[in-house]
């Protein structure tokens, strides 16, 4: 691994000092199947420039891949550091929520006592250690996303929780403007209680053009159809699905021309964090990496209608990245195959690998931290305490 040097300073993330960097000589990620050999300057947050730069300054990355930070579409932050509850398959999500709070409360009380702001950073931190620079946080905000929180918190939309958890539904979507997503479960339930949810949600006139339907498990033939028709679009959460209700979406679903993004849901029904969705989600359904690598860059910038280049790689689009090794291989067979030796946000080295760290001084303050089946890692962030039995999303943590 070659040393070298971040040049000049700007603003960043939440505002905080950045670097502008020049990358030199890594594949660059121009598609699924696709990189090519480049130098990439960032300056203020921003790609600047792909392709030749002049010069000798920057960070010497030629044995590197660069893909675009992946995107999150759906997660719970504060719930990460919770085990994983229940004894599916239940009929719906509400089944699910009652039966875990009467037969676990003494597990949920524990994890309760932890400050809502250290669980978010945890939320933070297990999303950032595979990967992922934004996150769409399906839960109340928080202060702490504008104090150097490990990744980017999406803002830009509106939502509610479901058709069972929030009566006022309907009312919130028609006070979302138009041209931001609204984002709520929609169908995470099976049988005739799935059924009579979507008959629900389609007379409230909530199969619009800005809604996404987080689970969409009850989406038939018939519902799917209208979906299709008034341009929604989907959440998928297969791993959280299928320990919850038995079942997710349909191969007709996933193959339907509506758009589809990834989503992790939270550590207490989903399957590890966003690697282990896009591997899970592959094991059942048979998508390509490809297809599957869309669901959590370009395509999902799309269905949550971000607006400054999210999930692609390209000039004027901000600086959110993930290096890998450069093994030969496509960005999507890198995703599924490698973990990130490190994750920029903004231009700004938010995670190294050891290794990775060792190219630059930046990480020498960084914080060590190991996460079962991750490795060991250097974040710039605070590391809250983690308590004895407590675990992130099913993995053990040392700091």
Known sequence: MKAGAIVEQASGLHGAPAAAVILRGA???????????????VARGRIRHIGRVAGRKGLDLSDCLILPGLI?????????????????????????ARDIRARFADAI?????????????????????????????????????????????MRRFSWAHSLEFSPELARSHAACPSTRPFIFHAGEAVNGAGRR?????????????????????????????LARQNGCALVWCPSSNMFILGRTLTREVLNSGLPVALGTDSGIS??????????????ISGLTEARLYGMVTSGAASV????????????????????????????????????????????????????????TPEAEDFTPLSIQGRGRVRVRCR?????????LAGREVTV
């Open 109 to 153: 009380d524990q994890v309760r006592s932890i400050a809502r702001e250290e669980r978010l950073i945890w939320g933070g931190i297990r999303n950032l250690a595979c990967g992922v620079t934004t996150v769409c946080h399906h839960n109340p905000s928080h202060s702490v996303f504008a104090r150097g929180f490990p990744v980017r918190v």
């Open 270 to 283: 989903a399957e590890g964090d966003m690697l282990d969705e896009l591997r899970f989600a592959q094991a």
């Open 72 to 96: 999150n579409a759906h997660d719970h932050l504060d719930f990460s550091v919770f085990p994983r509850l229940g004894d599916g398959p239940y009929e719906t999500c509400g089944h699910w």
């Open 27 to 41: 594949r660059v990620a121009r598609s699924a199947r696709r990189a090519e050999k480049a130098d990439v300057a």
């Open 304 to 359: 949550l209608r971000l607006a400054d280049g999210e999930g692609s790689l390209s000039a004027g689009a901000l600086a959110d990245f993930v290096v890998f090794r450069d093994a030969g291989q496509s960005p999507c067979e890198a995703l599924f195959r490698q973990l990130p030796e490190a994750v920029f946000i903004g231009g700004r080295l938010q995670l190294a690998s050891e290794e990775f760290a060792a190219r």
């Open 197 to 225: 949810e979507m008959v629900t949600l389609a007379r409230l006139g909530l199969f619009a053009p800005n809604s996404v339907l987080v689970h969409a498990v009850a989406l038939d033939r018939d519902f799917l159809s």
């Open 383 to 391: 590391i809250p305490a983690m308590r004895p039995g407590i675990r």
